[in-house]
């Protein structure tokens, strides 16, 4: 079965027939980028933070932008623009907007009026934050800052430094690194400033109290964790409490606590022992909506959109019977219905759910719904695909109404790709999903990038990437095929649960056959010329594929991904991911569970030119990994390279390495296609 994309509202039809060309990755790293919206409750106007590329400095600058809902045709222009600052994060409550500045070199929180003027800081406490809410009622606000456990104030703590001690980094407890960052003994914590029309003076009054842990969460967590009540008084958050625990724990519990800091935070989610995150108060102030797991250190368990009567303390799983993981929530204004993020078939959707009755209802068709802002007139959602970065919509009835086209002139006269949808018989004779990329005026046969996604439980959907790109493996001559095997999201649990102690089974069979009805289906695939990349799972995926499918490619290109199973067990930072993944035991508790599937026993039957790339600050899957690839391939004389990336972690994020990526990646695949001449 083949079906196209029905992405006609995210198509970009900005080329020029006398102009068009393929896109680069030079184009992607010069996209500006949406952040998260903001909106005024009435509607009225919609604030976000826009990210331009400073190629020179090889990052990212911020300035706030602002979109005029109540009019028609509305251009945005920009709010505060600060050439010297990057301006983040913004809030809006009444006609204020709250935001983060470095301007002066000094992270403070600014306001400025929503209808444009000077802005003022209103912040002057030092040590730098991570991020801030500002309460509903305008009168507090809360900071999360990296401050030593049990730390009275934001208030830096001074600290004797012995002259004589050395260099050394000493530890009696995991967690000793954490993604790409090494354990220093600082956490995640909360404080609460008053917020005056003076502005917020002082360093604020700490809420954690006893609590040892990050709030929000590390290494991912934000404002999604932390709520507000309505009347300002409390605040609700999420924290896995540390301990001998933390790297075998998923147990994230929301808590409560008054936000004049006068008692200790009490644990609303505590008889639950696997993750329990994403807190959000109804409008009405009677409701706590939150997501809930149920299986305690599985990370990618279905995610059920639980809701506590806040007066009685009872639970609904509101969504329990919907066999959909939900991925963001956000409350309708009269507390009747939730917005909600769900992955569904390749697509991220945006649903609505009814409060009382737990019936979902689908809002948007394709596309990749990244962020939501609510508002007393509708809904605003950022929303990508495949073929087009992130803009801002309208939730209509027939389809959403696109606001904005911030790239439009840096695609015009691009051609974007043709993207297909097929499926297949899977493993278990399950049916199995997949995605074909044609480039775009293509005739003929063209070579086959075969991309494996990671996770292992993701997806790939239709949504835009600034690392792993389909258009722009499309944009240099690549027909791409991607498949959602077994363990895939957006398929229901059961099929996501479906790799855990089958890492090289189902899956692997997923992709033989899926490759083989993508490349039957659509004769412009050139099956024979075909090169095989993935990361992270899918750079494990690369390394079993050499020993276990090693005549199939002309050549593989391996990210970050497993080479030796028993090494990944003591490595890794997360111990809980890779013990769930292998029955939930540790490597010496079941070793066969590990070895069953490990690449590193398979290296003798290895012989496909190898492309290794890892980042020597990825502490999730250590770059040693990398290392005994590359070794294993240069001690059996198969054509090998080596790239490392001193300043990156898991992914590659900097926009010169980005553009080397890709020249390296493009170019190790050109060389063994033959489509380089």
Known sequence: MKIAFTATLLALTLASPLAARQLTIADVTMLSRVGAPAATKDGHWLVWAQRETDLAADRGRYDLWRLDLSKAGTQPERLVADPEANENDPQIVGTTVYFSSDKGGEDAIWAVPVTGGTPRRLTGFKGGFGGFKVAPTADRLVVWADRKPGAPSLEPAMEKKDANAGAARVYDRLF?????????????????????????????IPLVGALVGDAPSKPFGGGEEIAWSPDGRTLYFALREAGR??????????????????????NLTDANDATDNQPSVSPDGRKLAYVAMRRPGYEADRQVLTVRDLASGRTVSLTERWDRSVGSIAWAPDSKSLYVTAEDTQENPLWRVDAATGQVARLTAA???????????????????????????????VAPVRLTSVNAAKLRGIDMPQVSRFSFKGANADTVWGYAVKPYGATGKVPVAFMVHGGPQGSSNNSWSYRWNPAVFAGAGYGLVAVDFHGSTG??????????????????????????????????????????????????MMNWIEGKWPDRFKCIVQHDGVFDARAMAYETEELWFDEWEHGGKTYYEDPQAYEKWNPVHYVAQWKTPMLVITGEKDFRIPYTQGLASFTALQRRDIPSRLVVFPNENHWVLKPKNSRRWYGEVLGWMDRWTGKGG
């Open 176 to 204: 000793v690194r954490h993604w790409d960052t090494w354990a220093g003994g600082n956490r995640s914590q909360l404080f609460v400033l008053p917020l005056t029309a003076a502005g917020a003076p002082g360093n604020g």
């Open 367 to 397: 596309g990749n719904v990244s962020a939501v802002a609510v508002t007393a007139t509708g809904v605003v959602v950022a929303m990508n695909s495949l073929t087009a970065p992130d803009d801002f919509y309208r939730i209509a009835p």
């Open 491 to 540: 398929y229901g649990q059961a099929f996501t649960d479906a790799i855990r102690n089958n890492w090289g089974g189902w899956p692997l069979e997923d992709l033989q056959k899926g490759l083989s009805a993508a490349t039957t289906q659509f004769p412009w695939l050139d099956g024979d010329n075909a090169c095989a990349l993935g990361a992270s799972y899918g750079g494990y």
């Open 245 to 266: 625990i933390e790297s075998t724990s998923t147990n994230l519990d929301i808590f409560q606590v008054p936000a004049d800091g006068s008692a200790a935070p009490v």
